[in-house]
């Protein structure tokens, strides 16, 4: 067969390792030939694209990115873009398409689908906030590294006697806040699924004050939305090719506020891009290889118009339009065992 892979969206540690499977086991077991489009959607429009040899994934395991490029173009925003699509792959014999990505890139992958693609998707995103999926690679990294942060934070913290105000990612989930939260010992954590009210945050932070708690470890998401606030704190009005607005600035809001209100010195930390770049994590290289193994296998087993799934300890398959039924918010089991700890 003739299997062609493509990586949209953002970039994600664990990208390299999912190629690299789909290359290794393809061409050594089912002897195909594997072709990568370049640059995500952008890829098969343009028709930019190149074969992969066993010699191209050398030393890719704990390589973060994506040697093939990324983007966030939507074909279904370019004119005639779906029957340029099946155009390209047609003039190039692919016989499937791997879509790696997340909601947008694989909300493209479930329409192509529909319409007669054969294509199987592959869920990574750093927010584990893909339906159908128990984890998505590239979210246990960015826990990782959320982690590491709050511990660093706590030092500085302490000895200065502030509170620090750390912004993670995190759209419309709180995965990344609430999990990174917990394994640091946040204080407070703010995610998009509870609007938070500043009354309320302030009040918690002079109750630990009051306790003889000098210093206080704030995690919020940049989805997270206070009720006194209209609409989401943003960088500007934009709004990329799947109509997202650019989030950022709820971390500095909510730290100007919270020092007004309180008279306690805050600072504030934004990870940013921090948080998904850089080398995954022996979890995300395990899952991104157990994945491109069950999509090349899919591609050989009728697993056409699925998207590979962890389901408990098992790989296994769903319907592609599963994605488009929602994103996987947190449960209220994981926000209720952070707020235990919560003053």
């Known amino acids: 067969m003739r299997i062609a892979i493509l990586t949209g969206g953002g970039d994600c540690p664990g990208l390299n390792a999912a190629i690299r499977a789909i290359v290794k086991k393809g061409i050594k077991v089912y002897q195909d030939r594997i072709f990568g489009y370049h640059n995500g ?9 190149g074969e992969i040899a066993l010699s191209d994934v050398s030393g890719l395991l704990p390589r973060g990115g994506t040697i093939l490029g990324t983007s966030r173009t ?8 779906l029957n340029i699509i ?3 792959m047609e003039k190039h014999e692919i016989d499937v398409l791997v879509a790696i990505g997340g909601e947008d890139t694989l909300g493209v992958a479930a329409k192509l689908a529909r319409e007669g693609v054969k294509i199987i998707g592959i869920p990574k995103t750093i927010d584990n906030d893909l339906t159908g999926t128990v984890y998505t690679f590239g979210f246990d990294t960015a826990v990782s590294i959320i982690t590491e942060a709050i511990d660093r934070l706590h030092t500085t913290a302490e000895s200065h006697q502030r509170v620090m105000v750390l912004e993670v990612m ?3 989930a709180g995965w990344l806040a609430v999990t990174g ?19 309320d945050v302030c009040q918690s932070l002079k109750n630990r004050h009051e306790k003889g708690k000098t210093f206080s470890i704030v995690v919020v998401a940049e989805g997270a939305r206070s009720r006194d606030k209209d609409g989401l704190v943003t960088i500007d009005k934009s709004r990329d090719a799947f109509g997202h607005v650019k989030l950022g600035g709820i971390g500095h809001e909510l730290g100007k506020r919270i020092e007004e209100r309180t008279g306690f010195e805050t600072r504030v930390t934004v990870l940013g891009h921090v948080q998904r770049g850089g080398t995954p994590t022996a979890f995300d290289r395990v899952l991104a290889t157990r994945y491109g193994i069950g999509a090349i296998d899919g591609a050989h087993n009728n697993q056409l118009g699925k998207m590979v799934s962890l ?3 098992r790989i296994t398959y769903v319907s592609l339009n599963t994605v488009t039924r929602g994103l996987k918010t947190i449960d209220s089991e994981l926000l209720d065992i952070a707020k235990v700890f919560f003053e």
């Open 41 to 49: 959607w952008a890829g098969p429009i343009n028709d930019d694209i």
């Open 74 to 81: 939507n074909p279904f925003k370019i004119d005639n873009g």
């Open 86 to 88: 099946k155009g390209n």
């Open 170 to 172: 995190g759209r419309h």
């Open 181 to 199: 939260g917990i394994a640091g010992g946040a204080d407070l954590i703010l995610v998009p699924e509870e609007e938070f009210n500043i009354d």
């Open 311 to 313: 389901r408990g300890n």
